[in-house]
């Protein structure tokens, strides 16, 4: 899996930092069936970590509900700098992964 998170890089101590996270996966429902009528086996992500310098900053628990490459936003208060990090497991529990830096000003 694949994934892409936006933050600006820079931001003044207690200014709100925008986060975005897309994430390349099929989240498929398992209720499709394959051009030669076999069931297609539910593959969603489940949970999604996020954490901004070692603290966790935002969780979601996800569904079927949710569609394929998932796009999630959310804010966190900058207290310092710190990478942004956010991990993820779907149901075949294969894990993945997505980080960037935020430099904090005074």
């Not at 936006?6 to 994430?23: L, S, T």
């Not at 539910?42 to 949710?66: D, K």
Request: net charge positive; proline share 5%; with cysteine.
């Amino acid at each position: 899996m694949t994934a892409r998170i936006q933050v600006q890089p820079h931001a003044r101590r207690g200014e709100a930092v925008e986060v975005r996270i897309v994430i390349q996966h099929p989240m498929e429902t398992g209720f499709r069936y394959d051009a030669l009528g076999r069931h297609t086996p539910r593959n969603v992500i489940h949970t999604l970590v996020c954490s901004y310098g070692g603290t966790e900053a935002f969780r979601a628990a996800m569904g079927a509900g949710i569609a394929a490459n998932p796009f999630l936003r959310f804010f966190v208060r900058a207290r310092e700098s710190g990478e942004i990090e956010c991990r993820w497991v779907d149901s075949e529990n294969v894990a993945g992964a997505a980080s960037a830096p935020v430099r904090v000003t005074a």
